[in-house]
C-alpha cells in the first residue's frame, strides 16, 4: 500500500509504504527535487521501518521527539487526542507497521 505525506512548511510530498520484496520504502517530490530512501543501506531487520522514519526525519517530514511522542503517548491515548505533530508520526508508524506485520 502507498501512503502519502504532506510537508508542512514545503512543496513536497513523501509516498511511503511497505513492499512485501524491498520492504519499506519513502519517495519525496516536489520543488524540483526527488529524494528515494535507500532501502539497502538503511534497512534493520529488527525494526524494519525505522530507516525510513529516520529519512523523513531527515527531510523535515516528521521531528524525532514527535516520532516518541507518538510511540509513547499513542499506546495511551486516543490518536484524536494527539498534538498535530505526534498525530502525523502516529499516522506513519501505524501504517508502516500494519504493512510490516
Known amino acids: 500500500?502507498?501512503?502519502?505525506?504532506?510537508h508542512q512548511t514545503r512543496s513536497l510530498v513523501a509516498y511511503y509504504?511497505?513492499?512485501?520484496?524491498?520492504g519499506p520504502f519513502v519517495e519525496?517530490?516536489?520543488e524540483g527535487e526527488r529524494h528515494e530512501f535507500d532501502v539497502w543501506h538503511e534497512y534493520d531487520a529488527a525494526a524494519p521501518y525505522e530507516g525510513a522514519l529516520r529519512f523523513l526525519v531527515r527531510h523535515g517530514?516528521?521531528?524525532?521527539?514527535?516520532?516518541?511522542?507518538?510511540l509513547i503517548e499513542g499506546a495511551f491515548l486516543d490518536p484524536e487526542d494527539l498534538d498535530e505533530g505526534p498525530r502525523r508520526a502516529y499516522e506513519v508508524v501505524t501504517n508502516l507497521r500494519s504493512e510490516d506485520g
Request: aromatic letters at 12%.
Open 1 to 6: 500500500m502507498r501512503f502519502s505525506l504532506q
Open 17 to 22: 509504504g511497505w513492499d512485501a520484496v524491498l
Open 28 to 30: 519525496i517530490l516536489g
Open 61 to 70: 517530514f516528521l521531528s524525532q521527539d514527535d516520532i516518541a511522542t507518538a
